[in-house]
């Protein structure tokens, strides 16, 4: 017979080998397939003012260390190790919070195994995003670690991990600003996540502790954003062309005759012209068909057309013209004549944004949970709202309590995440592909949860039936 401690060290002896199967999952498709070079890569490695610090500074070290020509690779072997260890970190942690079953922890791997195949295989990307000479390439198995982090965090009220949490959330909103996607998901899991747990002064407390944390947290991002251009740049700002997101959906829902909106004539001047070029292009709504599913693949079309080719030059170019010095100059212009159209604007075309954001927001939950296809369009939306039931269900059974909490923080992150990638780009796969994993996890935990508190309340049933017969 085993003694305890044999049998913990086996325990941990097969935690490590399964460690070391990730890795060499991810170093097989790392090895195979190479390199992954996409558009948006030469910004990072030439380390341009529209780009958060953290990846271009990850690259430069590699660069300065190995050079030119090999440091690519040492690149993208470090970013696959990394994710094998939050895969690995993800599974075996909250596998031993929520479920028992060795099957929901193979499950939980193959999760992720189905995830790389997806994007290696089936998505036009045609590469695993650890790969990727993009912020994904980090942010996407960083954002794994936060979220186990998070649960870990508020259902334990582990202060060492939430300390852990906030400044994994400032690394990742500097390496992408989307990724302070987690800080509203991390103030709803304490607000929801510790309501009944604490008495309500203690988790009033815990809140405002919270809070704290959170602005704690931002301001250093903000501030090592504005420390990087100082010392790059010597500005202490912080990234240019942040307002072209917003800029670009306020200029596909608006009008030509929208011009007299604007008070600022060299502002006006430059929307009649930029409005000129995204009608020749048919680069707005008034092109869409009908539909939500019409109108946000047209939007997702021409987001890049709008962006990219159009006011990126143009605005830049513009302020130029008008006397402004190129570099954080002209972009600081730039964003000034943007942030004018935006408020000048947006609320006019509020019904046309609103519509163009919830065709979006459908198309991003989708993208979460299935590839876009009129099929799998009905399954994605099913599949979120039935872990929406089991989430409901599980909160409503104490023995099943802490499962459902930790499935509302995946549901938490899943919707702040589209939510605010809705509002201000368009919800592409890249940008949902951060709570895939973490959705069939929660679905993998929460229903076997239901499961056994099916089962349980029916064997309870049953013995109760039974002893009423013997007393008959």
């Known amino acids: 017979m085993s003694s305890p401690d044999s049998t913990e060290k086996n325990k941990i002896r097969k935690e490590y080998l399964r460690l070391a199967g990730c890795g060499v999952f991810y170093l097989v498709f790392c090895f195979v397939f190479g390199i992954y070079l996409g558009s948006d890569s030469r910004g990072y490695i030439e380390m341009i003012s529209a780009r958060e610090p953290v990846y271009p500074l990850f690259l430069l070290l590699w660069r300065s260390i190995f050079g030119e020509g090999i440091y690519l690779w040492v690149v993208i072997i470090l970013q696959n190790l990394l994710m094998a260890f939050c895969v690995w970190y993800s599974c075996e942690h909250l596998w031993k919070r929520f479920s028992k079953s060795r099957l929901v922890l193979a499950g939980m791997y193959a999760v992720h195994a189905g995830v790389a195949v997806l994007c290696q295989f089936l998505a036009e990307r045609g590469a695993i995003y650890s790969s990727n000479i993009l912020t994904e390439g980090i942010t996407v ?28 959330l400032a690394l990742l909103t500097d390496t992408r600003k989307q990724m302070a996607v987690g800080y509203p998901a991390l103030a709803a899991a304490v607000f929801f996540g510790r309501m009944g747990k604490d008495g309500f002064k203690l988790w009033l407390k815990r809140l405002l502790i919270c809070v704290a944390g959170i602005v704690l947290s931002l301001i250093l991002a903000l501030g090592g954003t504005r ?52 009608m020749a292009k048919g680069s707005n709504y008034s092109f869409a068909e009908a539909g ?23 605005f830049v170019e513009y302020a130029k013209e008008r006397g402004f010095k190129e570099g954080m100059e002209a972009e600081g212009e730039a964003d000034r004549m943007s942030l004018v159209i935006v408020k000048s604007l947006f609320f006019h075309n509020l019904g046309r944004y609103l519509k163009v954001y919830g065709a979006s927001l459908l198309n991003g939950l989708i993208n979460t949970v299935a590839k876009r296809h009129p099929l799998l369009d009905i399954y994605g939306l099913a599949a979120c709202l039935l872990l929406t039931i089991l989430v409901i269900y599980c909160l409503r059974v104490r023995e099943t309590r ?13 919707f702040c995440n589209t939510a605010v990638a809705a509002a201000l780009i368009f919800c592409q796969s890249r940008y949902m592909i951060y709570n895939m994993a973490l959705f069939y996890m929660a679905f993998l935990w929460t229903g076997e949860a239901v499961i056994s508190s099916l089962l349980s309340a029916r064997k309870k049933t049953q013995t109760v039936e039974k002893k009423d017969e013997i007393r008959i």
């Open 402 to 414: 802490e499962a459902g909490r930790g499935g509302l923080f995946v549901l938490f992150g899943l």
């Open 141 to 168: 198995s960083l954002w794994l670690l936060a979220m186990t982090l998070l649960i870990e965090g508020v259902l334990d009220w582990d202060r060492k991990k939430l300390l852990w949490l906030l400044l994994l």
């Open 227 to 278: 420390l990087y251009n100082y010392v790059l740049r010597g500005s202490f700002a912080a990234n240019t062309r942040d307002m072209n997101l917003v800029l670009t959906t306020t200029l596909y829902v608006a009008d030509p005759e929208d011009a007299s909106l604007i008070g600022e004539e060299a502002v006006r001047t430059l929307f009649e012209r930029t409005m000129k070029e995204l």
């Open 292 to 314: 939500w599913s019409a109108l946000e693949a047209h939007y997702e079309e021409n987001f890049d057309r709008i962006t990219v080719d159009t006011t990126g030059p143009l």
